[in-house]
Each structure stands twice: as structure tokens, then as C-alpha cells.
């Protein structure tokens, strides 16, 4: 059982992660929240199993429970499902002093967190992660987001998270064991998030993802608790330093301006942490270009999101110059000037507003773009 204590503008938030711990989800939420209501928002995929666990651990508390189902998909992931929760939360009753329990993946987790953080002004939430990528990254650290769609010109689909509030959790509960329900591409999802945590702050992680992180993509739990934890304390570390992302909390994006840029485009069929995986290898080759990066280090990176089952390369054809245009939406934007989160050896980043558009395109043809 590793537990690690956040600070928050909100108040200090724990984020338990250890096998079993759904059990006592339930029990622990009651003793936290001085509540008596509880909207209960669901990833549809474990609604008859993790949440019910969780809907009846509630309820054994003595708290009134209510659910909602959503189905987890980026083109869901907008205002209207929000509303679909607000309304929800109507019918249940729920007021200031209740609480909304999310349980699912970090989609579900964004989603819930918004309409958490704008029902009623703002109403407690308890994140309770499903998949890999949500305990180590998704649920930790209070930003919540809906996608908003791009304009025609580039391309359409959506801009990602570009709407959305920071609102800490009041716990966060991370049960591995839930991992055994999740398909093995989603394990290699969540994987490519902690090897982003791995190059960002904790070359010891990268290891240890190299010895058992093709394992856990074929169904073991074997290392899942250990890699989860230090992913979190490296998050943790972070966001403690700076909640609202005025500074040192960017590094979080590693790869991710490149993987906006993909991920909306629903003719890639990208999900999430595959497109950080590519995202992770062009800011990499920036690295190289910038000479941050080593290139034997870009190749180590190649072969580990490759054993993780991963894409390096983007699967389908894409202009490299309207992938530039899309970064441009990115929410990392200042004053028209696009930051870019930099690889540096052997370990660590650094943010970069002085790259060039030649630069940036030849990361893009570096993972395949044309
Ligand atoms: N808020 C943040 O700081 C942050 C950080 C990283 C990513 N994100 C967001 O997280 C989202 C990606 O999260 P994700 O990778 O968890 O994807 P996801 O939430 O889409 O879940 C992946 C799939 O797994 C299913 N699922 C969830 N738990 C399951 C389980 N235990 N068993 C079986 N199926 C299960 C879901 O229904 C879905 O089909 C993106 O929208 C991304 O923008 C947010």
C-alpha cells in the first residue's frame, strides 16, 4: 500500500494505490465526506462491476447513492455530457456538501471532474481511477476538460481538454487489481504516460518499465503497484510546486503538443497514450535536433514503447505542415507563441519557445508525417 499526500489550493488530498482497495472504498469515502448524498458517475464499461462495488461500499456507509453512466470516448468528451451529469445531479438532489464519485478511466475522470467542479459552483469529488493511464497520470492533480471542436481549416475533429477548470480531488483511490478487467491495449496506454514520468524525473522507473512492462501489457500485475506509485510521486512532486501550471507544471506535456494534434483526428484511430507514445518520440527527435537529446537515448526510447506494444509512427498518412497548424490550438500557446516541452539527457526537460517551424516539421517527418 503506497499513500502520498498532495497539497492543494482546495485543501491536501491522499491518493491511495493498493490491490484490494475497492473493497474499502465505500467505507473510506464515508468517513472522509460529510455528506449524505452521492452521485456515483461511471465509466459504462465497469458500471456492473468496479462501480457497483463501489455503489454498494457507499451505501453500506449509510450514504444516499446515485449513478450515472458514461461511455468513454473522445468524441464524448464534450459539454453535453457534462450537462447529462448536471442533470443527474438534479434528479439525486445533490447539494453543496454532496459529492460526485467517479470511477472509471480519465476520460470518465475529466469529464465527472468538470461537472464536479462547476455543479452548484463547485462540489467535492473522489476520483477512483480504472485504467493504468488514470492511476498514473489522469486522476492525480485536479484538471478537468471537455474537448471543443477545431475549425474546418485544419482538418476538423477536436481540440483537446480545451475546456475545463482545475479541481482537486478530495481522495484519490487506486486499486491495480481493477486492471485485470482492462484491455491489454489500454495497459500499453497507461504505460506510455508513466515512461513520460519515467524520462521526465526518474530514470530508476524507466527501468523497471523495461523489465516489466511487456509483462504487464500480457496481463500480469506483476510490478503495477510500484510502477503506479512512482509515477504518482513524480507527479505529486510536481503539481505541488506549481498546481496552476504557471511554470514547472508544463513539463507534464511532454509529447503531449504533438499528441493533441493527432489524437483528435478520429481517421488515425488514436487513443490517448498511443498518441503520446508518438508524441513522446517527435518531441524526442527535437531533442536531437536541439541537441538536448542524445540520439542513442531516442533510440532506447524507440525500442522500450515498442516492446510496450506502442506506436512510434503515425499510422496513417498527415500533412506535417497542417500538424503544425493543429499545435497551434494547443492550450500551451502564449501570446501566439507555441511552447514546447524538450526531452533533456539523461533525464529531465525543458520548455522551449524559440523553435522553428522547420524544427517542428522535421520531428513530424521524423514519426512519418509527410
Ligand atoms: N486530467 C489529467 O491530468 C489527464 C492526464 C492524462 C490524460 N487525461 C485524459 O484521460 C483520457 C484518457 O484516459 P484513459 O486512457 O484512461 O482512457 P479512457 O478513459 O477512454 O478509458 C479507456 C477504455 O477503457 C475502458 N475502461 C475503463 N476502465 C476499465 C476497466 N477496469 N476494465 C475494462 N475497461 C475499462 C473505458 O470504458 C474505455 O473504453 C483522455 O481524454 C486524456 O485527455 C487527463
Partial sequence: MSKTLIPSSRGAYEVHVAPGLLQSAGEMCGQLLKTRRVLVVADDEVTATHARTVVEGLQASGLTVSMVSIRAAEIRKTIEVVAQIWSHAMS?????????????????????????????????????PTTLLAMVDASVGGKTAVNVPLPDSVGGGLGKNMAGAFWPPRLVLADPETLQTLPSRHISCGLAEAVKHGLLADPDLLD?????????????????????????????????????????????????????????????????GEAVAIGLMAAGALGVQLETMASDALDRLRSLLASLSLPVILPGPC???????????????????????????????????DVSDAQVLEAWRSVGAS
Fill in 92 to 128: 439525486a438532489g445533490i447539494e453543496r456538501s454532496d459529492a460526485l464519485v467517479v470511477v472509471g478511466g480519465g476520460l470518465v475522470g475529466d469529464v465527472g471532474g468538470f461537472a464536479a467542479a462547476s455543479w452548484l459552483r463547485g462540489v467535492d469529488v473522489v476520483q477512483i
Fill in 208 to 272: 523497471l518499465i523495461e523489465r516489466m512492462g511487456p509483462a504487464l501489457v500480457k496481463g500480469s500485475l506483476d510490478g503495477a503497484e510500484t510502477i503506479i506509485s512512482r509515477a504518482v510521486s513524480i507527479k505529486a512532486d510536481i503539481v505541488a510546486r506549481d498546481e496552476l501550471e504557471s511554470g514547472q507544471r508544463a513539463l507534464l506535456n511532454l509529447g503531449h503538443t504533438f499528441a493533441h494534434a493527432i489524437e483528435g483526428r478520429p481517421a488515425l484511430g488514436l487513443h490517448h
Fill in 319 to 353: 500533412p506535417a505542415d497542417q500538424l503544425l497548424e493543429r499545435m497551434r490550438f494547443d492550450k500551451k500557446m502564449d501570446q501566439g507563441t507555441m511552447r514546447l516541452i524538450v526531452p533533456q539527457a539523461p533525464c529531465g526537460a525543458c520548455i522551449r519557445t
